[in-house]
T-cell receptor, first 116, second 116 residues
Framework: DTGVSQNPRHKITKRGQNVTFRCDPI?????LYWYRQTLGQGPEFLTY????????KSRLLSDRFSAERPKGSFSTLEIQRTEQGDSAMYLC??????????????FGPGTRLTVL | AQSVSQHNHHVILSEAASLELGCNYS??????LFWYVQYPGQHLQLLLK??????LVKGIKGFEAEFIKSKFSFNLRKPSVQWSDTAEYFC??????????????FGKGTKLSVKP
């Protein structure tokens, strides 16, 4: 399968714990995005990378959230001191380029986080 | 702020009925437009996209959408739905400004239930 993969698929943690999610984009896709989706809502943008550079962060991304893409390939999203409000599906997507007609995003299956 | 509105939260149809899901966006500039579908237990998949040219675009599985710039709309249609079309449908917009791309903005989604 050459699609976007995410691990783990499910994570249950206690409030106050740190969690880390991983995303492997489609090979050679330059751009990688993180979204959060809660029940009854569409995905909401969190941050994106162009290769290894993190170019934009949403105001939704509090100081407890950090994302990296150290070698321009896979990415990690870490949440420190989790809160119950962090419970959501965390989606990763990748796209091949920023070209006008080639910026379609391909989504992974998501990591569902439950904070108890 | 830019936003995407999907008018129907939940649509219930019988097989062979016609479908139209509404999508409106608030942005006066150039946009790329997308419809994504999420089948039960699966990840987001692209249904169709509009970049330029013919405002009537055709996607997979018999779906089509029409971009009406004057109405800021990108409604999704299918002449005859099947039980297998049961899924959640998300409209999404990429706003462009000054040659640079904004972030993909999603609507809240419309859940479609097709009765056999």
């Amino acid at each position: 399968d050459t699609g976007v993969s995410q691990n783990p698929r499910h994570k249950i943690t206690k409030r106050g714990q740190n969690v880390t999610f991983r995303c492997d984009p489609i090979s050679e896709h330059n751009r990688l995005y993180w979204y959060r989706q809660t029940l009854g809502q569409g995905p909401e943008f969190l941050t994106y990378f162009q290769n290894e550079a993190q170019l934009e962060k949403s105001r939704l991304l509090s100081d407890r959230f950090s994302a990296e893409r150290p070698k321009g390939s896979f990415s990690t999203l870490e949440i420190q001191r989790t809160e119950q409000g962090d419970s959501a599906m965390y989606l990763c997507a990748s796209s091949p380029s920023l070209n006008w007609e080639n910026n379609e995003q391909f989504f992974g299956p998501g990591t569902r986080l439950t904070v108890l | 702020a830019q936003s995407v509105s999907q008018h129907n939260h939940h649509v219930i149809l019988s097989e062979a009925a016609s479908l139209e899901l509404g999508c409106n966006y608030s942005y006066g500039g150039t946009v790329n437009l997308f419809w994504y579908v999420q089948y039960p237990g699966q990840h987001l998949q692209l249904l169709l996209k509009y970049f330029s040219g013919d405002p009537l675009v055709k996607g997979i599985k018999g779906f089509e959408a029409e971009f009406i710039k004057s109405k800021f709309s990108f409604n999704l249609r299918k002449p005859s739905v099947q039980w297998s079309d049961t899924a959640e449908y998300f409209c999404a917009v990429y706003p462009w400004a000054g040659g640079s791309q904004g972030n993909l903005i999603f609507g809240k989604g419309t859940k479609l239930s097709v009765k056999p």
